[in-house]
Every structure is written in C-alpha cells, then in structure tokens.
C-alpha cells in the first residue's frame, strides 16, 4: 500500500487529492482494500458503476462482445453502436445520437451542434451559449469555459470565448442574456452536481425551454451525471416534463467503460454531416455492449427501486442530528452537515464507508441496484458519523 502511494505520487500527474485507499476488488456495492478490508461503495466511481461492480450480467455483456471484436474504426458499421443508438432514442424520442468517451466530450458535441444550429440559420455571429453560475460541464478548455465557476478558468486562461453565465432558478437573468447577446444555445444541469447537488426548479427549466422554443435556441441539458437512472427517471428531464433539443451523458452510460453520448433531437438531428464531428473511440462496441447491458436493466421497476431508496435516505437524514439540510433528486443526493465534509468522509473510510463531496457537502452516489442491506448500514454509519 505505501509502495503504491509513494509509486503513484511519484509517477502519475498530481491532479487528484486521493484518500490513502488503494481498492483491489469489489463485487456489486461492497469494494475490498489491498488488507481485504470491506468498504459500502456510496460513491460509485462518481456515478460511474450504474449497477455496481463487476456485476456478473454487465461483464457477460461486456465480455462477450471482446470475444468478438473490440474496436472497429467509425468507417464501419457495429451492431453494438447501432443498437444502442436505437434503444436511446426509443427510450427518449430523441432522434440521432452521436457517440464519444466522456462527458466533456458529449457537451462538446452538443456546444459544437448549437453553434452549427445557429450558424447554419441565423449567421455566423449567433455562437454565445448561456450556461448556469455554478454549472459544471468538463475539464476541456471549452468545457470548462462552460462551467461556470470562476475558480476552474483561472490557470487555464484564455478559454474558448462565447459563454455567458445566468442565474440559476433566475428566469429573468436568461432572457436578460438572451436580450442584449446573439444566443446559440442554452445548457444547464437539471441538478447541478458538482455545484452541490442542487435540483433546478421546474418553473425555471419549463421556462428556460420555452425561451428557448420562442427564440430559435438550441435547448440543451448535461446529464453526464444525472442521467441513465440516477435521479429516478431513465434521464432527469423526464422529472421537470420539458424536451430539450439535446442530452450530453457519460458516467453511468456504460456501467464503468469510458463511454459519452449526445442525444440530437428533431430540431438538430441532422446538424452534422460526414465529417462536422468524430471521434475514434467514440461508439466503441465493447463500450457499447455494456451500454445496452445497463439501459436495457434501467425499466420501471429499478426506478421504483430507486426513488424508494432515495426516500429512505431522505427520511434518514432529515432532521438527523449534526444535518443542517438534505438535497437532491433519486440516488444523487448532497447533504449539508455541521463538521466540515471532508472530516466526515474520512471517519466513514475508517468505518467502511466510502462517500463523497460536492463542494460543502457530503454527497451520495450509490450504485442504482445496491442492496437494502448495503444501503442501511452505509445509511446507519453516516448517520453516527455525522451525529458525533
Ligand atoms: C462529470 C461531469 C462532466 C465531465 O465528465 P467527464 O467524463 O469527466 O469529462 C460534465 N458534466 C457534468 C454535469 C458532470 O457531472
């Protein structure tokens, strides 16, 4: 374990402020350190492991179609890229989706759509696009221009121009923008996650759409994080009864294998053309297999399963002792505490807990299938922790 801290410390770049755990193995919610110690996953690689790790169903799908072929350039067609595609759009009523590896990348295919949108039908000026104060959208340099957190653009100076910032939950602070700036496109998080996990008002996302219908712009939404189960809905603009013109996902998408994906709806399905946009690992059919694994087992009756785990968290932790408030929507849940977040995680660790942060909070990403069991115990220590 020391041998790998000092290891990693000296050879992998030092972007992360990692916890001294070094994970080996895992099987659904339950992952094992190097001394075979026991840990409740709450965080699932952040969203990532949609149905937890090394689930026996997921690594069939997933190895079978390595058996097969692994990578095939996008000059051919797979089966497994085409059948996801479909399975996302029936499942959405979106019409065309364009495939890449992160989620970076699927918001930078749907900034690049928007831009195109707007070029292609009002001029070449029309490129701004509004994000949210507090957003995050990716670590690129145009996504992060997107983010709209002042902290993540100071190194990295200049950014890719054209973003503007609106209030959130400030219908009045988007037409504002919208008013005085040539508009391309909107993009918002319907929970903005790294921000807090912050649920947006319905009023407003209903708002921002109908704006957005009124003025010719492309109404987009990032779900890299809340989409493909999380927030109890297969994506999290089902909850607010809106259709955006495009969806950016990642995370979850494929259960633990680099994958993003962005939805093109009616308005810009047919924005690109051969050549406008590519990526050569973008559709990969491994990824892909474990795609089709994941959204095929997200059905009505995991929902369910979801939003009831999601009310027992709630109902937990509201009103617990040292929990100043509880927020979020299904299994994406922040929760504000009187000790700081960060002494909270590190004394779950010790306890066999792993949780996360977002910003002040400690925030909750369990696999969507984790076990009542599993959930009641990691439920029960976090409580005490936050309790002491
Ligand atoms: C994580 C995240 C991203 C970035 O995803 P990467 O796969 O790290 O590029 C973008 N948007 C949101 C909302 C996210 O949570």
């Not at 069939?60 to 479909?86: F, G, I, R, W």
């Not at 989706?97 to 070449?124: L, P, W």
């Not at 009831?308 to 929507?329: D, M, Q, R, T, W």
Request: charged share 25%; net charge negative.
């Amino acid at each position: 374990m020391d041998n790998i801290i000092a290891k990693d410390k000296e050879y992998v770049a030092n972007t992360y402020g990692r916890f001294p755990v070094q994970i080996v193995s895992g099987k659904g919610s339950y992952v094992y350190d190097e001394s075979g110690k026991k840990y409740i996953d709450m965080g699932s690689g952040i969203g990532v492991t949609a149905f937890g790790i090394s689930d026996d169903e997921w690594v069939k799908a997933v190895t079978d179609q390595l058996q097969k072929v692994q990578h095939m350039s996008n000059l051919y067609y797979t089966e497994p890229c085409a059948d996801l595609a479909e399975i996302l759009c029936k499942r959405t009523g979106m019409k065309k989706v364009f495939f890449g590896n992160s989620g970076a990348e699927a918001n930078e295919c749907a900034i690049k759509v928007a831009r195109k949108y707007a070029q292609d039908k009002k001029g070449k000026d029309y490129y701004n696009v509004i994000t949210l104060v507090n957003s995050f959208h990716g670590r690129t340099i145009t996504t992060l221009a997107a983010t709209g957190q002042d902290h993540f653009h100071e190194l990295f100076t200049p950014l890719t121009e054209g973003f503007l910032y609106a209030e959130a939950n400030n219908l009045d602070s988007v037409k504002e923008l919208v008013k005085n700036n040539k508009v391309a496109g909107i993009l918002i998080e319907c929970v903005q996650g790294e921000g807090g996990v912050l649920p947006l008002t319905k009023d407003f996302v209903k708002g921002v759409e109908e704006l957005c219908h009124e003025e010719d712009i492309v109404f987009m939404i990032d779900e890299v994080q809340t989409g493909n189960g999380r927030t109890g809905k297969l994506y999290a603009y089902q909850n607010f009864d809106v259709n955006p013109d495009v969806v950016s996902t990642a995370k979850g998408l494929a259960g633990g294998l680099p994958m993003g994906a962005c939805l093109l709806g009616e308005k810009v399905k047919d924005v690109y053309g051969p050549g406008d946009h590519g990526s050569t690992f973008g559709g990969n059919p491994v990824c892909a297999a474990g795609a089709i694994n994941i959204i095929n087992r997200i059905d009505d009756e995991l929902l369910k399963e979801v939003n009831c785990k999601s009310e027992y968290i709630f109902k937990s932790l509201e009103g617990a002792k040292g929990v100043k408030s509880v927020s979020g929507l299904g299994l994406m849940i922040g929760i504000e505490t009187e000790k700081p977040a960060k002494e909270i995680v590190q004394e779950c660790i010790k306890r066999g807990v792993l949780p996360l942060t977002a910003k002040t909070k400690v925030r909750l990403l369990p696999a969507l299938n984790i076990s009542d069991e599993a959930l009641v115990e990691a439920i029960t220590v976090l409580k005490e922790v936050i309790g002491e």
